[in-house]
């Protein structure tokens, strides 16, 4: 079996054929004389021009055969197309191409070909003039020199009759187009316009051939239009540029140009689009963003200002509360009589609902802001829930309610989660169910509803017995700074801020508060929650505590603990606290973080205790120098800072910090500090 042969470029060579339309066209007079004149040069019954598409053998002339095409794989020009010179087949019975082939062995008993490929200006061959006997036979030298050089003119026909083709469609194109379309010279002048211009500008033939196209330019864009066409001489093409023309009504459109030279002539080709409308909405567009841009930027500068407000008043609020609730702890572990005892606890107590209600409105400026991230990590569930009924099991037993954990039998003991503000959810849930409730009591419960994709639909409820929610307070109850009505928030005070923030807070989770509520009975607020979960010993509960050294220290070795803190109260307090925690301790006191850094230069002590906010030197500064004074070992620093942002925790740790303390402290959390960083170092 012969294989049929198929050029190199077959993909590209049929591409060029279809290009000329020249395939399934009518006769035409040039070609036929063309074929005839082969046949009278080269003595031959049959002559043919042709062309070889995917599957055929098309004729455009023949003369001797009536065939108007036969199948491609019975053709002798298949193998003329493969070279770009003659093919001569003297004798085809005896070639081993077309032996067996059935116009060889049938009729017409050909047996003489001579065929030369037509090969385009691109190098395609797209057909052949042949020249056919029924007899073996051979062309002389002039007849193969004539033969080719028909083969070039039909080449140069098809070209011409292509870019005839290509005119009438132009022609057709410049006539019905809605874009407009015209020929200019250097100058500007106008040599021939499409009737686009009448439609879109007004201009027709008799006021534009006698008129300059830069006199159509908006006076502000001629400038411009001058410095494309100067991209065109230096050989930059095409050019496009959108510039306002003048109508014949006097006012001005936005038209997009495209300009091209033509260089046998030095005139310029340009095609240019009305663009107006479009043009208008951008600038609608860019007005309306300009417009938004702005006001984004002015609520970007009132949440920053605000942010930053509300993070200083913290900051100057946490500071004088830590030497309220720093002393008044100290004072409530001394020798009191009752009054005394009384006393001190409702400082204590104001102070504590004081600094609750500062971390509310902080927390809700954050989550408006949107500056509030979660920290997933895996916690203990049982842990967690212990921990949130701890916090406020001396408020219920103060009141004599009955407090009562229902969590389910078959629930994980792990869950990857944020513990922090899930535990922040069930204190603000319960500390509500506590305020609002005089009797009766207060049920915790936890099921596990489903288990799905290796993720656990957990449902949190809180119930109380309390004074309850009517029907038509429900809604607006979860908004900021809201209550059932005024004369709750005067009995039972508050912010108001608790189910919002919660609610806010359950959002970022992908869940949400849900309320059942009867006025008079009592309410249960729950929610339904996916964590990822694992299976754990629901009995063992590790309870944080510390040791009994904590309330009396018993470091008896001579620490050298570095206090650096501006204000005098709260050296006072951190002083007589650490001297309670470790009794031999020397106390270095340093005022701002330059005289920190000077005494860590005269010698290391064995902790530091940084306050942030100092003159002269501020903590993050004199904490990175220190550290460059650290030749041997490692002197854990602790931040104490009146701030409770994130982003300030996560400056303390990036300028060298081992840890963070936040204002107000009380005695057992300097403790905790002292033994975890002493035990490490």
């Not at 864009?221 to 095409?238: A, F, Y």
């Not at 829930?385 to 309610?401: M, N, R, V, Y």
Request: proline content about 3%; some cysteine.
């Amino acid at each position: 079996m012969i294989k049929i042969p198929i050029p190199e470029n077959e993909k590209e060579r049929l591409s060029a054929l279809h290009n000329y339309a020249i395939l399934d066209s009518i006769n035409e007079n040039e070609f036929d004389r063309i074929t005839e004149l082969a046949s009278l040069v080269c003595d031959t019954p049959v002559a043919l021009i042709s062309f070889i598409d995917e599957k055929r053998q098309w004729f455009k002339s023949i003369m001797g055969l009536t065939n108007r095409e036969t199948y491609r794989d019975l053709s002798f020009c298949q193998y003329t197309i493969m070279d770009n010179v003659l093919l001569e087949v003297s004798d085809a019975s005896s070639d081993a191409r077309f032996s067996n082939n059935e116009l060889v062995l049938e009729d017409p008993n050909i047996r003489f070909y001579a065929g030369y490929p037509l090969i385009d200006l691109k190098g395609y061959a797209l057909g052949s003039l042949a020249v056919i006997d029924y007899k073996p036979k051979s062309l002389t030298e002039r007849q193969k020199k004539s033969l080719k050089l028909l083969a070039e003119e039909i080449m140069v026909l098809i070209t011409e009759r292509s870019q005839k083709e290509e005119l009438r469609y132009f022609e057709k194109i410049f006539q019905l187009s809605d874009d407009l379309i015209c020929i200019t010279d250097a100058d500007g002048s106008f040599r021939k316009i499409n009737p686009a211009f009448k439609k879109i500008l007004g201009w027709d033939n008799s006021s534009l051939l006698h008129t300059s196209a830069y006199d159509l330019v908006h006076p502000t864009d001629t400038i411009s239009i001058r410095q494309e066409l100067e991209k065109l001489v230096s050989g930059v093409n095409p050019v496009q540029h959108t510039y306002r023309t003048r109508t014949q009504a006097g006012d001005y459109r936005y038209v997009q140009w495209t300009i091209t030279p033509e260089p046998l002539t030095g005139r310029f080709f340009s095609i240019g689009r009305d663009v107006t409308a479009d043009k208008l909405r951008e600038e609608e567009l860019a007005a309306s963003e300009e417009k938004l841009r702005f006001a984004k930027e002015q609520a970007e500068q009132a949440n920053l200002a605000k942010s930053e407000f509300l993070a200083n008043v913290s900051h100057e609020i946490r500071t004088p509360l830590n030497g309220i609730i720093g002393f008044t702890d100290l004072v409530l572990k001394t020798s009191l009589n009752e009054r005394q005892q009384q006393y001190l606890a409702i400082v204590n107590q104001s102070a504590d609902s004081l600094l609750t209600i500062i971390n509310d409105i902080l927390d809700f400026a954050k989550i408006e802001a949107r500056k509030m991230d979660l920290h997933i990590e895996k916690c203990d569930i049982y842990q967690l829930t212990a921990d949130a009924t701890d916090i406020i099991s001396h408020t219920i037993k103060q009141k004599g309610l009955t407090m009562r954990m229902n969590i389910a039998a078959d629930m994980p003991r792990f869950i990857w989660a944020d513990a922090i503000r899930l535990k922040q959810v069930l204190i603000n849930l319960l500390g509500n169910a506590s305020k609002f409730t005089e009797t009766g009591e207060i049920e915790l419960k936890i099921e596990l509803m489903t288990v799905n994709a290796g993720m656990s639909t957990f449902r949190f409820g809180v119930r109380d017995t309390g004074i309850g929610i009517g029907e038509d307070k429900r809604a607006k109850i979860f908004e900021a700074f809201s209550q059932e009505d005024g004369s709750v928030t005067k009995k039972y005070g508050g912010t108001g801020l608790g189910l919002t923030i919660s609610n806010k807070l359950l959002g970022l989770m992908g869940s949400r508060l849900l309320l059942k509520s009867t006025a008079g009975e009592g309410s249960l607020f729950y929610f339904d929650i996916a964590f990822k979960a694992e299976a754990g010993d629901e009995h063992a509960i590790q309870k944080p505590g510390l040791p009994a050294y904590i309330t009396r220290g018993i470091y008896s070795e001579a620490l050298t603990i570095l206090v650096a803190e501006d204000n005098p109260v709260n050296m006072l307090l951190t002083k007589t606290v650490i001297k309670r925690i470790v009794p031999n301790a020397r106390l270095i006191e340093a005022f701002n973080g330059r005289e920190a850094l000077n005494s860590c230069a005269a010698s290391l002590p064995d902790l530091i205790l940084m306050d942030i906010q100092m003159p002269d030197m501020n903590g993050y500064e004199a904490t990175t120098r220190i550290r460059a004074l650290e030749q041997e070992g490692h002197i854990p620093i602790i931040a104490v800072t009146a701030s409770c942002l994130s982003s300030d925790k996560k400056r303390c740790y990036d300028a060298g910090m081992d840890d963070v303390v936040t204002k107000p402290f009380v005695e057992e959390t300097i403790a905790s500090m002292i033994q975890k960083w002493i035990r490490q170092k």
